[in-house]
RNA sequence: AGCUCCUUAGUUCAACGGAUAGAACAAAAGUUUCCUAAACUUUAGAUACAGGUUCGAUUCCUGUAGGAGCUACCA
């Protein structure tokens, strides 16, 4: 499948006949647009392995490919690169095949296909979602897609930190100051309701603390001291203790928080197989820390506390378990991840959608696993990311400069609004039809700018350029196939007789190689865990498509065999484009 | 201090070690008998610096400068 693969084999078997080799490392790439010719041998990794001269050997090669496939015409060959010319034929026969795929590019998922949990999101239960969490989100549920079609089964997840010491700073808050008020009674939704009380607390505790540095206190001492923070701990100790009205205001804030988290992950268009609470899991990994330590994989320090020692992997040591016994957050990791395959034996793999700032965390993390000898260990991913910056200078939770996350999405559907008005695009369209639109719109915008990006890179994120309906943008994506959902509608039911084609456009060309590649990006793009390169491909796409209808027309066209022709290509750009934006997590619209 | 990541046109992003480093936005000039000009065409513009590895380096290695993060009995 595919025209690599074919030209491989030729090649291949024209090592295999000359000089009886077996050759895996073929590279292939599509010519320079100013050469001639369709596909480009790379020769010079072969000279090395043959010590023939290049251009003696690249006339062998193609004269070969020539001699035994019908496609290939002729070549030519520029300083070590053998181009090949393929015939307009074998393109045509190449749409005609694939545009007969359904969900091309896709592999079918299968009983024993390998099952992957994907974890993102992991929000904590204190304070609303914000757009450090947007980042994750999104990513986390595109890697997902794209690992669906690269045909694993995946199983959505994510571990929900709905206790500590942060928890019951917006629970102490809230009976101080709350006067028994609700999400309900108030008109605010949950999470944004828990949230404020959270910033409540800081700042009665800044004030606290203030007052006692003013009394002669060091700082140190008066954060410790302050009375708000004592009756925070006190909390926590009444609910770590199972104490019922604790528990009870715990459940009730929490159940409020994800009140508010389900519909903000709905604007987003996201959903979850399965939930973790950390509440269930943080007491975890003890007894994996004890078979480490009886296996003499961790010591012992003279106060009691475990460690394991990773000096000889160029780490640190890290501690495991407290003096006092109790756990730290790998150790609840460590536990999280055994639980999770005694609970599926037929996990195959993880991936951990989290911040760059725990790039250290889970190398320490997945060494450990691997020292204590699972084999699962291999197939543990930290799908790492960048900060998202903004214009105006960073977002930091602690400089009270975060751009919450609900607010965002308004924003972002509000702008659309603005540019689509001003454009007259909504024009005779009622008014849900337009508010729709608009959440399309907004949301393909901030979804598209976020994921074009390269994971592990910074963004810098500019809800105003995002929106654009022009350049590299989710709007221009949706509106190119808006445009040719139109231009389909018009030619569509033309009844229209199939003969072959010898002769199409080269741009028409251009456009068919780049649709034979998308399988190879999708399958790429799930080995790297990387949704951009799905946005940049679809991006590709689109402006090859435009700027070939844009001098070409399909109504003019008086070939009725190149009608056919050019309605199938439009379909299956179409399709594509369809299904690229399906993994991106955006929706595309048939009219915009 | 040590470790990790980042640095590409004015800006935002690309480029399995491959040909003359691609796009888009912004700037300058132009193009409309067919689908949605929100398009298309053209021009100008970049690999932080210094070495090394090789047929070839934005990519790999070493060093320098700048930015970020981690090195918690926090999560």
């Known amino acids: 499948m595919g025209i690599n693969k074919d030209l491989k084999k ?34 010079f990794p072969l000279v090395q392995v043959l010590k023939i001269p290049l251009d003696d050997l690249g006339v062998k090669i193609g004269n070969y490919l ?19 010319n393929i015939s307009d034929k074998y393109f045509v026969q190449e749409l005609y095949r694939i545009y007969e795929i ?20 992991s929000p904590n239960t204190n304070k609303p979602l914000h757009l450090g969490h947007v980042r994750n989100i999104l990513l986390g549920h595109s890697v997902s897609n794209i690992l669906e079609a690269n045909g694993k089964k995946v199983l959505r997840t994510q571990i929900i930190n709905d206790r500590g010491i942060h928890i019951c700073k917006s629970m102490i808050a809230w009976k101080l100051f709350a006067n028994n008020g609700t999400p309900k009674s108030s008109g605010i939704k949950g999470d944004q309701f828990v949230g404020k009380y959270y910033v409540k607390y800081n700042e009665v505790h800044n004030q606290q603390v203030k007052d006692l540095m003013d009394k002669g206190k060091n700082k140190e001492d008066a954060i410790k001291s302050s009375p708000i923070f004592i009756s925070a701990q006190e909390l926590l100790r009444l609910w770590e203790s ?25 604007n987003l268009g996201v959903f979850f197989d399965s939930l973790y609470y950390e509440s269930d899991t943080y007491l975890l990994g003890k007894k994996i820390i004890e078979e480490g330590f009886s296996k003499d994989l961790f010591f012992k320090k003279e106060d009691g506390s475990i460690w394991v020692d990773l000096t000889k992997e160029g780490l640190d040591e890290k501690l495991l378990l407290r003096s006092d016994g109790t756990s730290v957050y790998i150790t609840q990791d460590l536990g999280t991840a055994s639980k999770r395959v005694e609970d599926i034996p037929e996990l195959d793999g993880m991936v951990y959608t989290v911040g760059n700032e725990q790039d250290y965390h889970f190398k320490v993390l997945f060494l450990i696993l691997n020292k204590l000898g699972y084999k699962w260990s291999d197939s543990l991913f930290h799908l790492s990311y960048g900060m998202v910056d903004l214009p105006d200078g960073k977002m930091k939770s602690r400089e009270g400069n975060v751009i919450d996350a609900d607010q965002l999405i308004h924003e972002m559907e509000s702008t659309a ?31 598209y700018h976020i994921l074009k990006v390269d994971p592990k890179k910074r963004i810098l994120f500019n809800p105003e350029d995002s929106v654009d309906f022009n350049g590299n943008t989710g709007p221009f994506i949706q509106y190119t196939y808006a445009r040719i959902k139109s231009l389909l509608r018009k030619f569509e039911n033309s009844n229209i007789e199939i003969k072959d084609l010898d002769n199409i456009d080269y741009r028409e060309k251009s456009i068919i190689k780049h649709l034979l590649l998308y399988p190879d990006i999708i399958n790429q793009a799930g080995k790297t865990y990387s949704p951009a390169l799905i946005a940049n491909y679809v991006y590709d796409l689109v402006k090859f498509f435009n700027a070939f209808y844009q001098n070409v027309s399909i109504s003019g066209t008086k070939d009725s065999s190149l009608k056919k022709f050019r309605i199938k290509l439009s379909k299956k750009v179409a399709d594509v484009i369809f299904s690229g934006c399906l993994l991106l997590g955006i929706d595309v619209p048939d009219n915009m």
Do not use: C, H
């Open 66 to 84: 020539v001699n035994f496939s019908e496609y290939i015409i002729e070549f030519n060959l520029v300083t070590g690169f053998l181009n090949l």
């Open 242 to 266: 199972g104490d019922k009205s604790t528990y009870k205001l715990w459940k009730k804030m929490n159940e409020w928080v994800y009140n508010g988290f389900d519909r903000t992950y709905n």
């Open 102 to 121: 359904k969900n091309y590019g896709f592999i079918e998922k299968k009983v024993n296909s390998p099952l992957i949990i994907v974890e993102f999101s």
């Open 417 to 447: 609004k603005k540019v689509s008005e001003s454009i007259g695009k909504i024009e005779g369209m009622i008014k849900k039809e337009q508010s729709s639109l608009f959440k399309t719109i907004g949301m393909g915008a901030l979804k």
């Open 10 to 43: 030729l090649v291949q078997s024209f090592f295999q006949s000359n000089f009886s080799l077996k050759v895996d490392k073929l590279e292939f790439q599509s010519t320079r647009k100013e050469f001639k010719g369709d596909i480009t041998l790379v020769l």
